[in-house]
């Protein structure tokens, strides 16, 4: 037997064992990316005052389940991630940037200095998201999007507590497609 005759079956298997591996390979659905907490267009008041507080955010921290890219839907004690669709950064950073957003929009009395910027803040906001989810009555009903935050302002350098408060928006979407929730979401926020 010639070692040319052994190589050739040889390489068309490898080639056959190559082409059907791409075919058990196949191409997963896409995925629409959404976000939330847009820009808003600038509005503070021309009053500002000459010396507002400064106040550091603190890093938002939201459940292990959703703090990730996923929407999650509640219905009764079961839970999924919505089908199709993603947040275009993880949930953290979108709601950090639509807090800082409306601060920089509405603020007049306090300037909110954002984790990027070095200058430190007499006081520190303390965010913690409890809840942010859809959350459906029953399966395939439009459902109410709850989100849930404690906020605490702490005085520095001490970090005591100047204030603390929870704040639960509950928003209803208009229908049961992932557009109508991702713009309940944004109203929520």
């Not at 940037?97 to 603020?107: D, G, M, P, R, W």
């Amino acid at each position: 037997m010639n070692r040319y005759s052994l190589i050739r079956p040889i390489a068309a298997s490898l080639a056959i064992m190559a082409l059907s591996a791409c075919a058990l390979l196949s191409t997963p659905d896409p995925v629409q990316t959404y976000r939330f907490g847009g820009v808003l267009a600038s509005s503070a008041a021309s009053s500002a005052v000459a010396s507002p507080v400064q106040v550091t955010l603190r890093r938002v921290e939201f459940p292990e389940a959703v703090e990730g890219d996923k929407l999650l839907g509640v219905t009764g004690t079961e839970t999924a991630y919505i089908a199709g669709a993603r947040w275009v950064s993880p949930a953290a950073d979108l709601y950090m940037e639509s807090i800082e957003n409306a601060f920089a929009a509405q603020a007049t009395r306090v300037r909110l200095i954002g984790p990027r910027e070095l200058a430190r803040g007499q006081r520190s906001l303390d965010i913690d998201i409890r809840t942010f989810e859809a959350r459906y009555d029953a399966p395939g009903l439009a459902p109410t999007i709850v989100v849930t935050a404690r906020a605490r302002l702490l005085a520095l350098p001490e970090r005591t507590v100047a204030a603390e408060q929870v704040f639960t928006v509950e928003q209803p979407a208009t229908a049961n497609r992932v557009s109508a929730i991702v713009e309940a979401f944004d109203l929520a926020t």
